[in-house]
């Protein structure tokens, strides 16, 4: 029993073999492999720079980077990769936030993967060869970067069950047992409805992002907190901009990119608003 467009997003705390669970589900399920060296690739062929992918690499960014255009850039070449890397169907996406971005498609399957500390120290040591001191150090370092990164780009709680289908443990599972138990509960819950409707969603919110890079990074219009909404053929506008004319330069560009289809404006006017740059 298979489905032509299920997507499965895989988060992980550090040496709960992620990685390891990942590659035996796609291969069991003959799906691609999306990883962060997938992404980065996509995001690179966008025009981002090298140095605000390591800037952003699940670490939490400094007070004054979060409030930051790279953060913003970042963030828009991320969704952009992970629709793009989605509409493609068959897909293990691991990291990178992936579960909160297609949270709303349906035919998603979030799986977060954890073990217990003693076990991810054991492991830890044995990666990179190195004593109880420093193998603890890693992962507090490493919990810590993850769970910054999904709070400050997408304000979530990373451990919090509830963002996700299941949760297993690898503590006690091998990778290839959670393989297993993970295309059974894609076998129970996609559906041949979800899939039809999944294709469907991914073309709006990929519609929508496509706007959102028009109207920001080729007409270059200063709208700020700009979000997009594609129903059916309705496109609707969300932002704060400082005067109307940006609000009708904005709906302008967007009839102008897809002009068979109708632009609704919820933007705000705030005379004189400024963001921290």
């Known amino acids: 029993m298979g489905f032509k467009m299920a997507i499965i997003t895989i988060s992980?705390?550090?040496?709960a073999l992620g990685d390891e669970t990942a590659h035996e589900l796609a291969e069991l399920l003959q799906y691609r492999f999306v990883d962060k060296g997938t992404l980065e690739t996509r995001i690179k062929s966008f025009g981002i720079e090298e140095r605000k992918l390591r800037k952003y690499d699940e670490r939490r960014p400094s007070f004054w980077a979060s409030l930051s255009q790279d953060r913003d850039d970042y963030l828009h070449y991320l969704k952009s990769a992970i629709l793009?890397?989605?509409?493609?169907?068959?897909?293990?996406?691991?990291?990178?936030?992936?579960?909160?971005?297609?949270?709303?498609?349906?035919?998603?399957?979030?799986?977060?993967?954890?073990?217990?500390?003693?076990?991810?120290?054991?492991?830890?040591?044995?990666?990179f060869h190195c004593d109880d001191k420093r193998a603890r150090q890693i992962l507090e370092r490493s919990d810590k970067d993850r769970e910054?990164?999904?709070?400050?780009f997408f304000e979530m709680e990373w451990h919090d069950s509830g963002h996700y289908h299941i949760s297993l443990n690898t503590g006690h599972l091998?990778?290839?047992m959670c393989a297993q138990i993970i295309k059974y509960l894609r076998d129970m819950l996609i559906t041949e409805e979800a899939e039809s409707q999944q294709v469907l969603r991914l073309q709006e919110l990929t519609l929508g992002q496509?706007?959102?890079?028009y109207i920001?990074?080729?007409?270059?219009?200063?709208?700020?907190?700009?979000?997009?909404?594609?129903?059916?053929n309705l496109i609707s506008l969300y932002g704060?901009?400082?005067?109307?004319?940006?609000?009708?330069?904005?709906?302008?560009a967007t009839q102008e990119l897809l002009p068979l289809m109708a632009v609704q404006s919820e933007m705000q006017v705030v005379q004189e608003y400024k963001v921290i740059p």
């Open 210 to 213: 496509q706007v959102k890079h």
């Open 84 to 127: 793009t890397e989605a509409g493609q169907g068959n897909a293990v996406i691991i990291g990178r936030g992936a579960n909160v971005i297609l949270k709303d498609v349906p035919g998603v399957l979030s799986v977060f993967l954890t073990a217990p500390l003693d076990i991810r120290l054991q492991r830890v040591k044995s990666y």
């Open 12 to 15: 992980r705390e550090l040496a």
């Open 174 to 176: 091998h990778p290839s």
């Open 216 to 232: 920001l990074y080729e007409k270059e219009i200063p709208i700020h907190f700009l979000e997009t909404a594609v129903s059916k």
């Open 240 to 252: 704060v901009v400082g005067s109307q004319s940006m609000v009708e330069a904005a709906v302008s």
């Open 148 to 152: 910054g990164f999904h709070h400050y």
